[in-house]
């Protein structure tokens, strides 16, 4: 039980890192770019409680609903004046490289590109005053980020929601953190609490990335269904598949599936991607449908591992306060739990 003066003294501090200072954020947290989640409504709040909120333009594709021009630069309005940045999938700027320079008219204090080559795209977001964020899921992809001019590293673990391949977080971090310094690495994947933030600080990370768990808030855009289900579900109850991406139409490059709650669609179609490609167009149609309806049975939430953490969709602002107050709790509570005292002398 931490007493009345503690707490106070708690709030007052603050967690200084590499990427708060290289992003003059109070709080080592950012909000993933989640497309269709992360709008300017939640990027607004997670920066405004001294974090780094991230818009998600995902696919950049108009047929998702999100990710066109005109949706890019209205949820930079809606975010307003700021530390706000946004991110891509990268391989999909191959076809809308007119996405990216939409963003930068909007002066993003970050681009963060994820899932493919960014040499294409790294000079221009440098050259616009933006800090290049790349997210890799090897320690051979994190090498070759650092050598083409990225400021911030994301080390993303497979127990992520959305889409990422097969490395485990908690080996992961610290192998790129060592591997690419004194470029700084923001940690990825399943963490959902202050705990998770303290534990990716000890890992050499300088900052987390969060998904999730800012999916159940206030704040973020898709159905209520979807956040209903994000708080009364496990982590056990997670799936990596290719299905959900299969009905939609889209053919994501190897290694990557995405991580989803397992649902009745799920659990009909995984493994069989060859025979659901049969169905499309006509299932794309039904998927999307299902999707703005917040029929979760068969639309898409992706949603990571940390699922068994999550219990209440609160407010962004409130919710990063809260993973702050857990993280500076458990760090300083840490040396009298666990270094003792030593054998009496004698």
């Not at 999938?89 to 939409?102: F, M, V, Y």
């Not at 002066?107 to 440098?126: H, N, Q, T």
């Not at 982590?235 to 053919?251: C, P, V």
């Amino acid at each position: 039980m931490i007493s009345i003066g503690k707490a106070d003294m708690l709030l007052r501090m603050k967690l200084s890192t590499a990427i708060t200072r290289l992003l003059n954020i109070d709080h080592p947290i950012l909000l993933a770019p989640m497309g269709g989640v992360a709008g300017g409504a939640l990027a607004r709040e997670v920066s405004a409680a001294g974090g780094l909120g991230l818009i998600g333009a995902g696919y950049a594709d108009p047929a998702f609903g999100y990710g066109s021009d005109a949706w890019i630069r209205g949820e930079f309005d809606k975010a307003g004046e700021g530390t706000i940045g946004i991110g891509f999938i990268t391989w999909a700027l191959e076809k809308r490289p007119g996405a990216l320079d939409a963003a930068l008219e909007c002066g993003p204090r970050a681009v963060m590109l994820s899932f493919g080559d960014i040499e294409p795209y790294a000079a221009k977001i440098r050259e616009a005053g933006a800090t290049l964020i790349c997210q890799v899921q090897t320690l051979k992809d994190a090498r070759a980020a650092a050598a083409k001019g990225v400021e911030i590293i994301v080390a993303q673990g497979t127990e992520a929601g959305g889409h990422g391949a097969d490395r485990g977080t908690l080996p992961l971090v610290p192998a790129v953190a060592d591997a690419v310094a004194p470029i700084p690495v923001a940690a990825a994947g399943g963490i959902s609490d202050g705990r998770g933030l303290a534990a990716a600080l000890m890992l050499g990370a300088e900052a987390v990335l969060i998904g999730t768990r800012f999916f159940a808030t206030r704040e973020a855009l898709g159905h209520p269904n979807q956040k209903a289900l994000i708080e009364r579900t496990g982590g056990d109850n997670t799936l990596r598949t290719k299905a959900f991406d299969t009905a939609r139409g889209i053919a994501w490059p190897e290694p990557f599936t995405g991580r989803a709650i397992r649902n009745a669609f799920a659990d009909a179609w995984h493994g069989r991607d060859d025979e659901l490609r049969e169905q499309n167009p006509s299932m794309r149609e039904r998927f999307f449908e299902a999707l703005r309806e917040g029929d979760t049975d068969m639309a898409v939430t992706f949603a990571g591992e940390g699922l068994d953490l999550i219990a209440d969709s609160p407010g962004a602002g409130e919710l990063l306060a809260r993973i702050v107050r857990e993280a500076i709790d458990a760090l300083s509570e840490a040396p009298s739990r666990f270094l003792g005292q030593g054998p009496p002398e004698g």
